[in-house]
Structure formats: structure tokens, C-alpha cells
């Protein structure tokens, strides 16, 4: 059974960098497509970025894009999301999440069937 643990989080000021991993266990990540989901505090989880498992065709959410990479190193079982020019609002605590099945990124969230525990970023102002 896929098992999916975060870690990179942290306190970061506004402007900063900050990497975040998924690392698997239990499975392959490749035959996954992982996304990159964030929650804020009184807000709904939201999606933030997905690689696909059999293209490698990433997309991101308007907030990210320009700002956030996804990458995949398939030999080490871990996905990556690269957060630069972080912002306040970009404040949450960010879930790696997996979906089989599809050949591309699923559009619900409910079709991730895999989670990580979660990762805090807090970006100061």
C-alpha cells in the first residue's frame, strides 16, 4: 500500500524559497499521478500543482504558476514542489496526494485516494 510522507516545510519570509518532498513507500510513484494540494487555515483544500504519472505533463493553479515547479525523481520514489517568491497568502499546511487510474491529472480532489500527513509553510509578511 502507497504511503506518502512530506517534508521542506518551514517559517519563511516573504520573497523566500522553499522545496518541498514527498517521499513514497510501498509502491512506485511513477504508476501515480501526485499532486500538490495546500489547506489554509479556514479554507478548503486546494489544489496546487499535479505531475502526471504517464506524460510527466504538470499543471499548476493561477496563484503558483510562474512561481511553483513540480518535478519527479523517479529513481529515489520522490516528488518535489519548488516554491519561490513565496507570499503571505501562500500560508498553509501543504498535502502530496496520489491518484492511479488516470492518464492524466484528475480534476477532482476526490480522486486522489493517497495522502501524506501534511507539511506546514508559513511565509511571514
Known amino acids: 500500500q502507497l504511503q506518502l510522507v512530506e517534508s521542506g516545510g518551514g517559517l519563511v519570509q516573504a520573497g523566500g524559497s522553499l522545496r518541498l518532498s514527498c517521499a513514497a513507500s510501498?509502491?512506485?510513484?511513477?504508476?501515480?499521478?501526485i499532486g500538490w494540494f495546500r489547506q489554509a487555515p479556514g479554507k478548503e483544500r486546494e489544489g496546487v500543482s499535479c505531475?502526471?504519472?504517464?506524460?510527466?505533463?504538470?499543471n499548476y493553479a493561477d496563484s503558483v504558476e510562474g512561481r511553483f515547479t513540480i518535478s519527479r525523481d523517479s529513481a529515489k520514489n520522490m516528488v518535489y514542489l519548488q516554491m519561490n517568491s513565496l507570499k503571505p497568502e501562500d500560508t498553509a499546511v501543504y498535502y502530496c496526494?496520489?491518484?492511479?487510474?488516470?492518464?492524466?491529472?484528475?480534476?477532482?480532489?476526490?480522486?486522489?485516494?493517497?495522502w501524506g500527513q501534511g507539511t506546514q509553510v508559513t511565509v511571514s509578511s
Open positions: 510501498g509502491s512506485t510513484l511513477a504508476y501515480y499521478n
Open positions: 505531475i502526471s504519472s504517464s506524460t510527466g505533463r504538470t
Open positions: 496526494a496520489a491518484a492511479i487510474g488516470f492518464r492524466y491529472c484528475p480534476g477532482s480532489i476526490r480522486d486522489f485516494g493517497s
